[in-house]
T-cell receptor, first 112, second 117 residues
Framework: QKEVEQDPGPLSVPEGAIVSLNCTYSNSAFQYFMWYRQYSRKGPELLMYTYSSGNKEDGRFTAQVDKSSKYISLFIRDSQPSDSATYLCAMRQAGGYQKVTFGTGTKLQVIP | SQTIHQWPATLVQPVGSPLSLECTVEGTSNPNLYWYRQAAGRGLQLLFYSVGIGQISSEVPQNLSASRPQDRQFILSSKKLLLSDSGFYLC????????????????FGPGTRLLVL
């Protein structure tokens, strides 16, 4: 079993839809949770960063962490064609230097 | 603000040739630095990380090596490339883990696409 599981997609939605992207994980010691967006042939860029459980909102993006279920989500409201990209979840433990574990990414396509 | 540079952007090399990829970070000091390889459907594989000049940790035994000759410079090398070395190579940085107040997120460079023929 992989430490972090992410549905690879592709996920196709019409413009304006609400998108839900998810990851599950097995290591209960993970404390920091990130979402990255990666356009084709580019490096990943950080979208959201949360610590422990709860929600965090930034514009059209909302990140949720449910540590009891070992489940994290990224919601995109009013999706735009420019949101078409691969979304990577990432997580790590707290304390000192800790390796970041990445999901394999979900490819999203927003159809105009 | 901080920026991270990688070059070259694309590289085509024959099997058995040497490799040198360079990464530099501007706008911060004493960062943690990372080299990743990304293959389709396999996510990001951490190759090396460094918490200071001359301090390199290897995550995966392989044909590659890394060096950090200066605080904000990270180099990925190989003496003889293999076909399996083809991939998208990403350099990343984070604030040093002792600077907890800045968070511990990694920031990626634009990547180098390597094709070994």
């Amino acid at each position: 079993q992989k430490e972090v599981e992410q549905d690879p997609g592709p996920l196709s939605v019409p413009e304006g839809a609400i998108v839900s992207l998810n990851c599950t994980y097995s290591n209960s010691a993970f404390q920091y949770f990130m979402w990255y967006r990666q356009y084709s042939r580019k490096g990943p860029e950080l979208l959201m960063y949360t610590y422990s459980s709860g929600n965090k909102e930034d514009g059209r993006f909302t990140a949720q962490v449910d540590k009891s279920s070992k489940y994290i989500s990224l919601f995109i409201r009013d999706s735009q064609p420019s949101d078409s990209a691969t979304y990577l979840c990432a997580m790590r433990q707290a304390g000192g230097y800790q390796k970041v574990t990445f999901g394999t990414g979900t490819k999203l396509q927003v159809i105009p | 603000s901080q920026t991270i540079h990688q070059w070259p952007a694309t590289l085509v090399q024959p099997v058995g040739s040497p490799l040198s990829l360079e990464c530099t970070v501007e706008g911060t000091s004493n960062p943690n630095l990372y080299w990743y390889r990304q293959a389709a459907g396999r996510g990001l594989q951490l190759l090396f990380y460094s918490v200071g000049i001359g301090q390199i940790s290897s995550e995966v035994p392989q044909n590659l090596s890394a060096s950090r000759p200066q605080d904000r410079q990270f180099i990925l090398s190989s003496k003889k490339l293999l076909l399996s070395d083809s991939g998208f190579y990403l350099c990343a940085w984070s604030y040093h883990h002792r600077k907890r107040e800045y968070g511990e997120t990694q920031y990626f460079g634009p990547g180098t696409r390597l094709l070994v023929l």
